[in-house]
């Protein structure tokens, strides 16, 4: 396998990283998961957008631009002979002793890559997943897809050990997200999700999903719900890069609807598939 680090295309015994890495002291840093189709790269624009906004709301200036991201993850998918899989991207704001302000003079950011082979999640997708309502602790900006991941992490662990796939993050009694996907309800025709603050981030598959709902005629409120409403949805089901549009069948053992994959989360399933590469 071939691994991208520090401008370098390399064998996975020729990575250096330092102990002095923030990302490693701190979780200092940003990152994105991108999809790959049948070799070919998925909203990936996107993905590189949101990294390049992510690290700005935390003041790291990434020494590339745009197109060296769509080359390097090219790069990967063709030495890698990737079909179905995605691609990992990380910039930390470098490597220095430690201190927790910002290395004076500024160090150059670390940007590291590298694509994994994984199938489409067909079984989740067709069958849906339960997921466990979890109270969401995590700091005020999750619209920065940080690495600091440890309120995410706790959260899908707490599902996991519950037999479940994913939390159902709640704040102050409203639906907020998943640990690492977003989360949806209908009820009588209309999608409900959570709008766009800081306390969500902005999924790629959310926007997607939106779009394709505009497409559909399907009627949409960006607007919070409360866990009390989540339990009375018709349908509901939740989005992320590696899990497309997943049903969510249970929450907390209770039923959502008839139990099965709801008919608008299946139309918006078919409509997905119709536009990957
Ligand atoms: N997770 N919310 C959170 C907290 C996430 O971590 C993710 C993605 C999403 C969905 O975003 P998108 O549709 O752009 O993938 C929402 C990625 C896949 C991960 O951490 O592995």
């Given at each position: 396998?071939?691994?991208?680090?520090?401008?370098?295309?390399?064998?996975?015994?020729?990575?250096?990283?330092?102990?002095?890495?923030?990302?490693?002291?701190?979780?200092?840093?940003?990152?994105?998961?991108?999809?790959?189709?049948?070799g070919k790269l998925y909203t990936a624009k996107e993905h590189i957008n949101r990294l390049f906004q992510s690290a700005s709301k935390i003041k790291i200036a990434i020494p590339y631009e745009e197109t060296?991201?769509?080359?390097?993850?090219?790069?990967?998918?063709?030495?890698?002979?990737?079909?179905d899989g995605h691609i990992y991207i990380q910039v930390t704001r470098g490597s220095s002793p430690?201190?927790?302000?910002?290395?004076?003079?500024?160090?150059?950011?670390?940007?590291?890559?590298y694509a994994v082979s994984n199938p489409r999640p067909v079984a989740a997708i067709e069958n849906g997943v339960s997921v466990?309502?979890?109270?969401?602790?995590?700091w005020l900006r999750c619209d920065i897809k940080s690495l600091n991941l440890l309120g995410n992490v706790l959260a899908k662990q707490e599902?996991?050990?519950?037999?479940?796939?994913?939390?159902?993050?709640?704040?102050?009694?409203?639906?907020?997200?998943?640990?690492?996907?977003?989360?949806?309800?209908?009820?009588?025709g209309k999608v409900y999700t959570h709008p766009v603050t800081n306390l969500i981030l902005n999924g790629i598959t959310r926007q997607?999903?939106?779009?394709?709902?505009?497409?559909?005629?399907?009627?949409?409120?960006?607007?919070?719900f409360t866990l009390d409403e989540a339990f009375e949805m018709d349908e509901f089901f939740l989005t992320s890069t590696t899990s497309e549009i997943t049903p969510i069948t249970s929450i907390d053992g209770s039923k959502v609807g008839s139990g099965?994959?709801?008919?608008?989360?299946?139309?918006?399933?078919k409509a997905f598939a119709l536009q990957i590469p």
């Open positions: 396998t071939i691994y991208f680090i520090d401008g370098q295309f390399t064998e996975r015994d020729g990575l250096k990283i330092s102990i002095d890495d923030r990302g490693y002291y701190f979780g200092d840093g940003v990152y994105e998961v991108i999809k790959v189709y049948g060296q991201f769509m080359e390097i993850a090219n790069e990967l998918i063709s030495t890698n002979k990737i079909l430690r201190t927790h302000h910002f290395p004076q003079p500024a160090v150059t950011p670390v940007v590291s890559a466990k309502t979890v109270e969401d602790v995590r599902a996991h050990e519950a037999g479940c796939t994913e939390a159902l993050l709640h704040r102050n009694g409203l639906v907020m997200e998943g640990s690492s996907s977003n989360m949806f309800g209908v009820k009588n997607v999903v939106l779009a394709l709902c505009k497409d559909l005629g399907i009627s949409v409120d960006e607007k919070p099965q994959p709801g008919p608008l989360t299946v139309k918006l399933q």
